[in-house]
């Protein structure tokens, strides 16, 4: 048993440093929802490294995004939540500013199924994400974001929820 918990640690320490070695970035974002329930995220990105339909006028990438956010709303109704998604990105032009559109659909899930009189019904929610923003060089980025969560129907109510927020990037 000694032997296979080593062995566990040893392969998560070896997949911890290989994304480290890739991480491309802590996002910071604050905003609100239609609710004005206030919103605040911690996020970490990870760059794919890849790229496709490279053209003079720009090329499609992505990355992996994974955060916590905090919802909070009115006396009894603040949340927390941590998500996970694949995001596209098309970044225009090659110069030094290249303005962006981010489009990603990932999952979250929530401490609590309400948040101020929404009823999201399930703490598991899907994360539909569009954002538009500016990268600069040497990585710091400043973006708007807006982000809906529903749990698509699996279980009623299905209120859902959207948050809008302005984000910066800060690189590693």
Do not use: C
């Amino acid at each position: 048993m000694k032997r296979l918990m080593g062995l566990a640690a040893l392969a998560a320490l070896a997949v911890g440093y290989s994304v480290a070695a890739q991480a491309d970035g802590l996002t910071f974002s604050a905003g609100e929802t239609g609710e004005s329930t206030q919103v605040y995220r911690l996020g970490y990105q990870i760059d794919w490294d890849k790229s496709w339909w490279q053209t003079g006028a720009g090329r499609l990438t992505g990355y992996w995004d994974a955060g916590y956010t905090y919802w909070d709303g009115d006396d009894h109704s603040s949340n927390n939540s941590i998500s996970f998604a694949p995001v596209f990105r098309y970044e225009f032009g090659g110069g030094s500013v290249k303005p962006f559109v981010d489009l990603g659909i990932g999952v979250a899930l929530f401490s609590q199924t309400q948040i101020e009189d929404k009823k999201l019904g399930s703490s598991f929610n899907f994360e539909d994400r569009l954002g538009l923003g500016v990268q600069f060089a040497g990585g710091h980025e400043l973006s708007i974001r807006a982000i809906h969560y529903s749990n698509a129907g699996i279980k009623e109510p299905n209120d859902g929820i959207e948050a809008y927020s302005l984000n910066y990037k800060m690189p590693l």
